[in-house]
């Protein structure tokens, strides 16, 4: 008879520092220490229910469905935004080397008190983008007895985008978000671009403006988003599929989409970007003081200034490429 197995459990008395601040009465927020007996399995939110149940009932977080489900619970622990519901504690003491953890709110999004954030910014910011389909005469059937078929390669273009629940923990970790108040952030663009390719909508035109006008060029590609998702959404790669899907559909007078094609152009032509004279190609003549000031500076530390981007051996390797990617594009067409 084979041996049976018992998983070992483990019993940590951990220090959670817990970040604290109601509005009304605090003038800055503060931290707060619980002793908590943390065991293998516990989540962040089952440690931080024992916290209120059993040593603090004015600590206040926010949680529904304790499935990874409803997106409400996500807080920040050690400075990364988790869903508390579906986030064991132990790993993480174990990976930081102390028994010690610190939980913070999401961040660039207004305190209501404790760990509870304000989300309406960001509900606004994602009404803006027309979050929802809007009817494709072409695709819709007129009745309600037909179904509105798609191909299984369709659906593959966005399903996966469909499983965001909206938690914000990308919003949180964005730097976009950090240094523009009016960025739209990253869940915003990724639904934007979800209901854009839906074959069945008839938006498209409008969410491209949209999202224009809420700095889909401003995006970094810092790929935190991508990295903090517990859906795997990857609204980085979203963000650049719609940038393309706005160059496609011929909206090339942007500093972004003049800043892709000077890049583009460049590594064809040079093996490398022409970094000095970026600033003009993006900006027109608005650019040159970008570009004298820098020169100023260069200057004033005695290195040699130069508006001519230097040629680098095994140039001519790259325009082999594009041209190779180019034959394959006809091909694929
Ligand atoms: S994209 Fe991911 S991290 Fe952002 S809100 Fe949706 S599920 Fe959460
Ligand atoms: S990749 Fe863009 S959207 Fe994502 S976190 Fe970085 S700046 Fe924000
Ligand atoms: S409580 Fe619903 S996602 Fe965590």
Redesign the pocket.
Known sequence: MSEKIIPTREKILANIRIQRFTPDKDRTPYFDNFKVEVETGMTVLEALRLIKNQQDSSLTFR???????????TVRVNADPV????TQLLPIIKDFGKASVTITPMSNLPILRDLVVDIDPVIEKLAKMHPYLMKNKERIPKTLEQESLMSQKELTQFGQLTDC?L?GACFSTCSAVKVDKTYAGPLSFAKAYRFSIDPRDSFRGMRIQASMDQGLWSCVQCRKCIKVCPKDIRPADSIRDMRRIAIDDGIHDTPGSRRAKAYTDDVEKFGQVNKPMLPVIVNGTKGWAAIEAAEVGLKKHGLEVTRQVCKLPGQSGSAKVYSKIREIEKKGK
């Open positions: 949680a529904f469905c304790r499935s990874a489900i409803c997106g409400s619970c869903l508390a519901c579906s629940i938690c």
